[in-house]
């Protein structure tokens, strides 16, 4: 590999494929988490595997024009416009691995129990209202960590 492969590899975090699978997802009791990585063309020294959970609300709010208020084309364009608020309402970080060499062509996998505790809402996906679940697995390394990017997954 050159040293433009390993810069790259550095600032992107295209050290490693991660994966993460979760299965039956509810606030009640605890589930698991399945992580996978596929490490690339160099050793990995890492300093842990950790997930990332949030949950997010999105709700869809109306351009409303006050009365008497002129309104050029661009507003008229904005006002049959429908705008999202997202706001995290629930965010949690669990190490699942600690500091190891993950070695170049190799395939890994960890499991995590993950609990919901104090989260309030399950998943919803109403007209102008969600509720959105989210995770990503992630490998902490020096420069951009490989991870799994965030995956929607349904809590009930």
Not at 20 to 48: C, G, Q, W, Y
Not at 70 to 94: A, F, G, H, Q
Not at 110 to 119: I, K, Q
Request: hydrophobic share 35%; charged share 35%; glycine share 6%.
């Amino acid at each position: 590999m050159g040293i433009f492969s390993k810069i790259a590899n550095f600032v992107t975090g295209g050290s490693a494929e991660v994966a993460v699978e979760i299965d039956n997802a509810t606030l009640k009791e605890p589930f698991r988490a399945k992580i996978s990585a596929s490490i690339h063309n160099d050793d990995l020294n890492m300093e842990r595997v950790y997930l990332l959970i949030r949950c997010v609300e999105e709700k869809q709010e109306e351009f409303k024009a006050e009365e008497n208020q002129s309104i050029t084309d661009n507003e008229r364009i904005l006002r049959d416009m429908n705008e999202w608020d997202r706001e995290v309402i629930y965010k949690k970080e669990l190490n699942v691995a600690d500091k190891m060499v993950l070695k170049s062509g190799s395939k890994y996998n960890w499991e995590s129990t993950v609990d919901l505790a104090g989260a309030e809402f399950p998943s919803k996906k109403e007209d102008k209202h969600h509720i959105l679940w989210q995770i990503q697995a992630g490998i902490d390394v020096p420069g951009n960590d490989p991870d799994s990017g965030w995956i929607e997954f349904d809590v009930k």
